[in-house]
């Protein structure tokens, strides 16, 4: 019998961005786990393809493919491995998005190590009122990141939450090295990157890093921009309350990033670009994990 409560919150990965601007990114998972609803289940690692790993916590431990069947979900052979840089690795927020649409939140959620992917901050203000991430191509970078594995029901919902502000990429394997904690490496995986590019430090002209506390990040955008403060200011709180309630504020603040010379356009992830009818046909898209198998 389980012990352990393994609600999301009890596990303190209850935070929903949508909803609370400033938790952005909300917490992540931080071990390999099964999300189902409003629990996130732990997936015991073996050396073998995900779908062989045991989700545990349960009165007895089950293959992750089997307990996905027992819950009438296609098993990790049909799903889509999409890394996320934002909040789609919050466990909160994945429920969040599917549940509100009546699309059963049952996602595998797995940190993966990634070279090549660096987490910077979109040139544009969300819907929500935050500044989100997005990926950039570092070559020197390697970076832990969560790959969720969606079904194609779950990946057109999230395309449709991400689409027009993102694009979605498929980043091989050979190119960007993923591996997964068992040590396989990904052929390939999913990734949504901004169409707006990513902001700048002013004082570096390099990527600002993102993922940190948003907070931190509007403060730091408001000192830095005298327009800012008129527009969305004086202070985060304030920012996501307006940017939040009133479009037009948003798109004049994302003007307002090019407009200070902070936007560097994002070229690198091109050729990756995954045009399927902009991310909208599903029907004859195989699963990567098994058009691009995993690799020793």
């Known amino acids: 019998m389980t012990t352990k409560d393994r609600s999301l919150r009890a596990l303190g990965l209850d935070d929903v961005p949508a909803k609370q601007p400033l938790t952005y990114p909300g917490r992540p998972t931080t071990e390999p786990s099964l999300l189902t609803g409003s629990e996130l289940l732990h997936l015991g690692v073996r050396p073998l393809r995900l779908g062989e790993w045991y989700v545990e916590e349960r009165e007895e431990s089950q293959r992750l493919d089997e307990a996905l069947a027992g819950l009438g979900q296609v098993g990790t052979g049909r799903r889509h491995p999409v890394i996320a840089v934002g909040s789609n ?3 909160g927020q994945v429920a969040h998005k599917l549940t509100r649409l009546g699309i059963p939140a049952t996602v595998p959620m797995v940190p993966v190590r990634v070279r090549g992917i660096g987490v910077g ?10 500044v989100a991430g997005t990926p950039y191509v570092d070559p020197a970078a390697e970076t832990t990141l969560v790959v969720t594995w969606l079904d194609s029901t ?12 993102y694009r979605r990429a498929i980043l091989p394997g050979d190119a960007f090295g993923m591996t997964m904690p068992s040590g396989e490496r990904l052929g390939a995986a999913y990734i949504y990157f901004s169409a707006h590019g990513v902001l700048a430090d002013p ?4 990527p600002r890093p993102g993922g940190g506390d948003q907070s931190a990040l509007l403060a730091a955008l408001l000192a ?6 008129e527009l969305l200011g004086p202070d985060p709180a304030t920012w996501v309350r307006r940017a939040g309630a009133e479009r037009s504020l948003r798109e004049q603040g994302t003007l307002l990033f090019g407009k200070e010379g902070w ?6 992830f091109l050729p990756y670009a995954d045009e399927s009818d902009e991310l909208r046909l599903y029907d004859d898209l195989p699963p990567l994990d098994d058009s691009l198998p995993y690799r020793g």
Do not use: M
């Open 224 to 229: 830095d921009s005298a327009a800012l403060r």
């Open 154 to 165: 779950q990946l057109k919902a999230v395309d449709d939450t991400e689409f027009p502000d």
């Open 89 to 91: 690795a919050s466990p």
């Open 121 to 130: 901050c979109s040139g544009h203000i969300s819907p929500a009122g935050y």
């Open 263 to 268: 936007v560097l356009p994002q070229t690198d």
């Open 203 to 206: 004082a570096t002209g390099e």
